[in-house]
């Protein structure tokens, strides 16, 4: 089945600095991938859609100066968080859909968890 | 305004007894519909979907009710097993693709 590999799993960070997200899809393109953010007992909320070759789409209050999102290839999107502040500390998940595989369903990335210290 | 609504944040049911996840949506826009389990620290799993043009998909021990009319869904699993226990997102969809999660319910199978 499609498999969608995100690294890191974890990381820690100090205040003001920046982390990069990836988010692969192993065996399939994804001309899109979705990003989300979850914070403790809430649900998932969307930050973004990745655009291969194009600028992301992002939602309404997510910053896209703070979240860069860059979808180079068909296969690989990256989330930076710039200037990361403990408030930013969170769990934050990749998608994509192989849209020939059959399998209606997104997959999901197995998450990163950013804690800002 | 939250659109996909599930409003029971835990449940908690007897090992092969019936387990019924339930999610409300306000959108009529919405025309797919998916069930997700989570478990802690992982990204979430596809379970299973529903198209807005059916009333039921079953799968195994899951099944998916749809209720157009109510804008209600619900995610039924029979017979339960301690393994189900688990996080279980639903998610709408519109046509262009873009998923909304509700909060989750939290199942307990107990042995």
């Known amino acids: 089945g499609a498999v969608v590999s995100q690294h890191p799993s974890w990381v820690i960070c100090k205040s003001g600095t920046s982390v990069k997200i990836e988010c692969r899809s192993l065996?399939?393109?994804?001309?899109?991938m979705f990003w989300y953010r979850q914070f403790p007992k809430q649900s998932l909320m969307l930050m973004a859609t990745?655009?291969?070759?194009?600028?992301?789409?992002?939602e309404q209050g997510v910053e896209k100066d703070k979240f860069l999102i860059n979808h180079a290839s068909l296969t690989l999107s990256t989330l930076t968080v710039t200037s990361a502040h403990p408030e930013d500390s969170s769990f934050y998940i990749c998608?994509?859909?192989?849209?020939?595989?059959?399998?209606?369903?997104?997959?999901f990335g197995s998450g990163t968890r950013l804690t800002v210290v | 305004d939250q659109q996909v609504k599930q409003n029971s944040p835990s449940l908690s049911v007897q090992e092969g007894r019936i387990s019924i996840l339930n999610c409300d949506y306000t959108?009529?826009?919405?025309?797919?519909f998916l069930w997700y389990k989570k478990y802690p620290a992982e990204g979430p799993t596809f379970l299973i979907s529903?198209?807005?043009?059916?009333d039921k998909n079953e799968d195994g021990r899951f099944t998916v009710f749809l209720n157009k009319s109510a804008k209600h869904l619900s995610l039924h699993i029979v017979p339960s097993q301690p393994g189900d226990s688990a996080v279980y997102f639903c998610a709408a969809e519109t046509p262009a693709g873009k998923s909304t999660f509700g909060d989750g319910t939290t199942l307990t199978v107990k042995p």
């Open positions: 065996d399939f393109q994804a001309t899109t």
């Open positions: 998608s994509a859909r192989d849209s020939t595989g059959g399998n209606y369903g997104y997959t």
């Open positions: 990745s655009n291969e070759g194009s600028k992301a789409t992002y």
């Open positions: 529903i198209s807005s043009i059916k």
């Open positions: 959108n009529s826009m919405f025309d797919y």
